[in-house]
């Protein structure tokens, strides 16, 4: 599925550091924006998900900058934590319609 | 609030074999979709029903199949089971539409 295009495949960040996961998409019908976390042996969990009627959305450590124009959107994660290594995954979705994955990126955060 | 509950966690079945998975979504959820989760193709979307109606329907082969009930559990099926099967299903439940909270998965192995 090429609708969404998720980067970087990999992502390793020292304790501290900010993580920046990119999620590129096609489909001009999304009308929601989420990130989902999933540790192993877990289902994905919603993390933050934004409206595109907004830029950018914050919760905590977390930051969702959404651009409509470029059809893009991002995740932050600021002061990242060895407990935040996990794989994100963007999954744009249209009212009443299925998500659509993103292949996923594994972020390593080192203590 | 109890999550959602995929029974069982752990499966093991033989090539041309059937198998049913259970999905008991959150309490007052009415929706509930199916992923299928391997390494080489992600997370791609089975099937999504809404009270009871099959919704969304995914690339899959009629080999795969799902229902649910008045109660919104729901179950998935999948008849004549080949090597490629194998995977971790998911199912997800939400109010109506986006939002999903994930269940943990069964893991299906096809030997």
């Known amino acids: 599925q090429q609708q969404v295009k998720q980067s970087p495949q990999s992502l390793i960040v020292q304790k501290g550091g900010i993580s920046i996961i990119n999620c590129a998409y096609e489909?001009?019908?999304?009308?929601?924006f989420p990130w989902y976390q999933q540790f192993p042996g877990k289902g994905p969990a919603l993390l933050i998900a934004i409206r595109p009627d907004v830029s950018e959305k914050k919760e905590g450590r977390f930051t969702i900058s959404f651009n409509k124009s470029a059809k893009q959107f991002s995740l932050h994660i600021m002061d990242s934590q060895p407990g935040d290594s996990a794989t994100y995954f963007c999954?744009?979705?249209?009212?009443?319609?299925?998500?659509?994955f993103g292949e996923g990126t594994q972020l390593t955060v080192n203590p | 609030k109890a999550g959602v509950t995929q029974t069982p966690r752990y499966l093991i079945k033989t090539r041309g074999q059937q198998v049913t998975l259970s999905c008991s979504p959150i309490?007052?959820?009415?929706?509930v979709s199916w992923y299928q989760q391997t390494p080489g193709q992600g997370l791609q979307f089975l099937f999504e029903?809404?009270?009871?109606?099959?919704?969304n329907k995914g690339n899959f082969p009629g080999r795969f199949s799902g229902r649910q009930f008045s109660n919104s559990r729901s179950e998935m099926n999948v008849s004549t089971l080949e090597l490629g099967d194998s995977a971790l299903y998911l199912c997800?439940?939400?109010?109506?539409?986006?939002?999903?909270?994930f269940g943990s998965g069964t893991r299906l192995t096809v030997v």
């Open positions: 309490s007052g959820h009415r929706s």
């Open positions: 999954a744009p979705g249209a009212s009443g319609s299925r998500l659509t």
């Open positions: 489909n001009t019908a999304f009308d929601y």
């Open positions: 029903y809404f009270s009871e109606t099959q919704r």
């Open positions: 997800a439940s939400s109010v109506q539409g986006h939002g999903y909270t």
